[in-house]
């Protein structure tokens, strides 16, 4: 758990990079750091699922198979890591890269609700888990498990 939460606040930085990057009006070094922002919550989400990977664009690929396709983050931010990586690839790559200050806060602003999101949705799995561990949501949603895991059928 301690690495995702370290990836998270890692996500906080780029987020926060880039408010300051707008204010100075660096809208295309603020769009870069944003995506790195998107970045390290997909890489998260997935460590959370024990799923790591080398490349950029796994990371991308499975955080869309694993939270975005199955609805466990609004789908939103799953369009919204594509269209970050994009802008960051004019602006890191594109000499006179024009982009659009409104459209950028756009992005930052909604990569910070997409880590808090991420947090909840998190925090929710958790408490589910707990829940499931302690048997009560166990034994009513399957009738087969008779008593709590670790107790003897008497």
């Known amino acids: 758990m301690r690495e995702i939460e370290a990836l998270f606040e890692k996500a906080e930085r780029p987020f926060a990079a880039a408010d300051l990057l707008l204010d100075a009006g660096d809208a295309d070094f603020a769009a870069s750091r944003a995506h790195y922002g998107y970045f390290y919550v997909a890489q ?6 024990e799923l790591r ?67 909840e949705y998190l925090a929710r799995r958790r408490e589910d888990r707990k829940h499931q561990s302690t048997g009560h949501e166990g034994r009513r949603n399957n009738p087969k498990v008779p008593c709590a895991p670790g107790r003897r059928k008497p």
Do not use: M, N, W
């Open 53 to 119: 990977f080398s490349r950029h664009g796994q990371v991308v690929a499975h955080y869309g198979r694993h939270s975005a396709a199955t609805d466990r983050l609004d789908r939103r931010y799953h369009r919204l890591l594509g269209r970050a990586f994009e802008l960051r690839q004019l602006a890191d790559y594109s000499v006179e890269a024009d982009l659009d200050p409104a459209v950028v806060s756009d992005l930052i602003e909604e990569g910070v609700a997409c880590l808090a999101a991420a947090r």
């Open 44 to 49: 998260g989400l997935l460590v959370s699922k």
